[in-house]
């Protein structure tokens, strides 16, 4: 065919195609999409802050509250001390397990007899249900009649008191946080580990460092990345830890391991306040989006 | 050999048998079959009594033709689930199993439940053998709202009650206290710390042990709010001297962890033989006296609730049963309800152990008298507790609030706090949230 009679017929199409708006088509695409997530996210999100600015009690007419529901927060001694308990049981649960865990990742990246049989181990309490093992743990606490008091008196050692005491109550709880999540921290980490190169560690070596220089020097810094999304998992777990808090202590004693999870669920559930608690909601939503925001940032600097 | 005539003789009686057991149960004038035909479905609290009305659900099936429907929840979570479904509008299920000392006012709030006086009325739907006058008079009150609507029917009556282990009482010459006074200083004289003995066990868990103070502060001759439910009566002398009595019995007898104890580590504790008295509901009876989970089995005493130094009272707890107002199937779960609340059923209750009968003929039953479950004792003190019992927790529409605020003040009693700042601090802190409720 000759070029003289197709080229204006090719200039036209192209600009036919050039006026063409493929955001206008390719919209319908992503509908279905965006229908789920207006309907499954961003609804359920509108209707509590709606909720949040209300005086919702289940049973009782709804009225407009404004931002009461929000400065009533300031003036509550009980969701003020909610949230340092968050802070502090969060920050131990997420200190302990990624220390534990890195140290696993190191000693289970070294080739040793029956490796594999002690990994499968290391990992089980990651996958055993949550509730069934807060059960179980509160069998194990019993000040008289549990095994745990049983081992250390046994040993020598004076018993404790476990979840029956103010003092003893977060730090335990944090024990089986720990045990439970140190695994996930232990298989993020020992990913990385997987992926370093050998050359670096080759390079020291023929440079006389010890162990525990190439640790700190070379894996430490190469593996980082991997233990920051490690602490943000970590963090967002901790954060919202309910179930195994609920089970074992219930708050107790008195409110003394009472988190925001578990004091939001009081209100919402048991004093049926369905205003306060969504204005609980918003601000807790806010406090996670922070700290997560702010391990993610560490985390883009690093990278 | 199988005759054909023997066979067909046979196979006619099997199929008439049905019709048999509903004419030998069921009066001659009362329609039981009604509702033949209809579904319902029952929302139970997961406890023994719930355990007994699963028990004989088939029996009520072949007596009515209804087919029945029923799930059991563990007790906090089916109170808060019925609750939420109930406020929608549209429960899934037809009869509720309601705690009245936790959801009496806000169900009555709400009107959610049917008024029953309509139906107890009608001979149409009330078999003649019912007997409404046969329930006790403090289980009807409970059932009754304050606008006087009968919204539930009792299906079960908790009395607060003492069980003691007789060898260690015997072996340290401790009589079985008749009074407040007399169990503290019972309870002192078995402690041995060293040898990890104590002389009492209740319950300090937040929220939880506000019934154990309730006991004290009955004995104190008053109740926690004034008889209109406006005015709290948390931080009266007599509230503060039963606080201080809960506080010295918890902290000099109980061991140790007791401030995150609920009545399942009290029962395990007062199981294994180093707890000389524990103060609880008479449904916990059966595990204690079962040698296969017990180690005292043939040694639990059980005594009344020991008198203060104004009144002698015990707390009760009263559990029943009503037809959701939005039930599409109200006259069949009103049969079950009658069924399920009738003479035979709560006596089957008793004689499982799953606590004390509403009824008063119950405890006139020649066979109970008899051969009670558990003997002579548990059967008198049932009966005596019957007849000084009084309600456990305030009747407000905001009751797991009082329980909890009161509670974290009884917790931080067991720590060491002074009883009268953490009660006035408490009733100041409830004062608004009664006062909020109270506006509807």
Known sequence: MPDGIDAPRETATRRKLSRRNYARSYWLFILPAGVVVAAVILFPWAFTLFMSLQDMHVGSAMSFAGLANYRRMLDDDRFLWAILRTLYFTSLSVFFPTIIGVAAAVCFNKHFPLRSLARTIFILPMMATPVAVALVWTMMFHPQLGVLNYLLTSAGLPPSTWVYDSATVIPTLVMVETWQWTPLVMLIVLGGLASLPADPYEAAQLDGANGWQCFRHITLPLVWPFILVALVLRAVDALKAFDTIFVISGGGPGTSSETLNLYLYQQAFAYYDIGFASAIVVVFFALIMLVTLLLMRRRSATS | ?440
């Open chain 2, 1 to 440: 050999m199988l005759r054909r005539r023997t066979f067909l003789t046979g196979s006619s009686s099997l199929l008439a048998a049905p019709a048999a057991i509903r004419r030998t149960r069921a009066d001659p004038v009362f329609d039981w079959q009604q509702c033949k035909g209809q579904s319902i479905v029952i929302a139970m609290s997961k406890n023994p009594r719930a355990d007994v009305m699963q028990q004989h659900q088939k029996e009520f099936e072949a007596l009515t033709g209804i087919k029945v429907e029923s799930e059991q929840m563990p007790e906090q979570q089916q109170r808060q689930k019925m609750v939420l479904e109930l406020s929608t509008g549209r429960p899934s299920f037809d009869v509720a199993h309601v705690s009245l000392h936790v959801s009496k006012r806000i169900i009555g709030q709400g009107k959610w439940l049917a008024d029953l006086r309509p139906y107890l009325a009608n001979p149409q739907l009330t078999s003649p053998d019912f007997d409404f006058a046969d329930f006790s008079k403090p289980s009807i009150e409970a059932a009754t709202q304050p606008d006087g609507v009968l919204d539930s029917v009792p299906l079960e009556s908790d009395f607060w009650l003492v069980y003691y282990n007789k060898e260690l009482l015997a072996k340290k010459a401790v009589k079985v206290p008749e009074t407040f006074e007399d169990m503290l200083a019972g309870a002192r004289t078995l402690t041995d710390k060293a040898s990890g003995t104590y002389g009492f066990v209740g319950r300090g868990l937040r929220n939880a042990n506000v019934p154990v103070w309730s006991n004290f502060v009955l004995g104190e001759d008053q109740a926690f709010v004034t008889p209109d439910g406006k005015t709290l009566l948390t931080d009266t002398p007599g509230a503060i001297a039963a606080a201080q009595t809960y506080q010295a019995i918890m902290r000099d007898c109980a061991p140790p962890g007791v401030v995150g104890f609920n009545w399942n580590e009290c029962q395990t504790s007062f199981m294994q033989g180093k707890i000389g008295m524990w103060m609880d509901g008479v449904g916990f009876t059966p595990p204690l006296v079962d040698p296969k989970k017990s180690k005292i089995a043939d040694h639990v005493g059980f005594a009344v609730m020991p008198a203060g130094p104004e009144a002698h009272a015990c707390s009760v707890f009263t559990d029943a049963l009503g037809v959701v107002s939005k039930s599409k199937n109200k006259d069949a779960a009103y049969l079950y309800i009658q069924w399920a609340t009738g003479k035979q059923m709560l006596l089957n209750l008793v004689r499982a152990g799953g606590g004390a009968s509403p009824r008063l003929s119950t405890y006139a039953d020649p066979e109970l008298l008899k051969d009670s479950p558990f003997g002579r004792e548990w059967l008198a003190t049932l009966l005596a507790s019957a007849k000084m019992a009084r309600p456990g927790l305030p009747e407000i529409v905001p009751v797991t609030e009082f329980r909890d605020v009161f509670g974290v003040a009884l917790t931080n009693m067991i720590g060491g706090a002074d009883p009268a700042v953490e009660l006035r601090k408490a009733t100041d802190a409830f004062k608004p949230v009664l006062e909020k409720s109270l506006q509807g």
